[in-house]
């Protein structure tokens, strides 16, 4: 069962503009959630998280929401810029060890 | 220095042999990890090690087996290999007791089985 899911796979935005990134979730026992950016032929790192209990998470043009009634989030990112073209994925986190990935979304930035 | 490290980066092997993945971590953390990306690109959890302990273990063949020398390697061995173990291979780290923590990922090991 894919407890994480990201519906679009994938989305391309102008430079300078926003990109919003979207993610659904059914396991409402999640602590956390992740979101990992991918470059080709690299492992998934880290960009941003949010806890259960807050609605809103910011890191410079990067901007977690979290809507628990709705069991959704999305990753803000403004001003996309080109460096930005890459996979993201979305993460719910459980008992600390605990990690679902959702399938990525590919984003592509375009000068 | 390279914080999560798996060797090989490829790999591609005859149906029916035995194999193994190598991890390394220098990050000092308590928890690996094997992840699976499939051919949907979902993640997907097989196994972690927390102080040589398995704590989560999916429903995954018992083809394929954790071992953990010590709390810096975690290795991922596959015997009898089938068509299906074609995937990408991440090993990942996280540093225990921190609320929200981060997975550390290596940079995966693509494994093709013909």
Redesign the interface.
């Known amino acids: 069962d ?1 407890q994480v899911k990201q519906n679009s796979p994938s989305l391309s935005v102008q430079e300078g503009r926003i990109s919003i990134l979207n993610c659904d979730y059914t396991n409402s026992m999640f ?2 959630f ?1 979101w ?1 950016k991918k470059y080709p ?6 960009l941003i ?3 259960s209990i807050k609605d809103k998470n910011e890191d410079g043009r990067f901007t977690v929401f979290l809507n628990k009634s709705a069991k959704h989030l999305s990753l803000h990112i403004v001003p996309s810029q080109p460096g930005d073209s890459a ?1 993201y ?1 979305c ?1 719910g ?1 459980y008992n ?9 979304t590919r984003l592509t930035v375009k000068p | 220095d390279t914080a ?1 490290s798996q060797t090989p980066k490829y790999l591609v092997t005859q149906m029916g042999n035995d194999k193994s993945i190598k991890c390394e971590q220098n990050l000092g953390h308590d ?1 690996m990890y094997w ?1 699976k990306q499939d051919s ?6 097989m196994f ?1 090690y ?1 102080n040589k302990e398995l ?2 273990n999916e429903t995954v063949p018992n083809r394929f087996s954790p071992k953990s020398p010590d709390k810096a390697h975690l290795n991922l061995h596959i015997n009898s290999l089938e068509l299906g173990d074609s995937a990408v291979y ?1 090993c ?1 780290s ?1 540093q ?1 007791g921190w ?10 090991t693509q494994l093709s089985v013909l």
């Open positions: 894919q602590d956390y992740l990992y032929a690299e492992g998934p790192t880290f998280s949010i806890s996979v994925f993460a986190l600390n060890n605990d990690m679902r990935f959702g399938a990525g | 999560v928890t992840y949907k690109k979902f993640l997907k959890i972690s927390n704590i989560i991440f990942a996280s225990d609320a929200g923590e981060k997975l550390f990922f290596g940079s995966g």
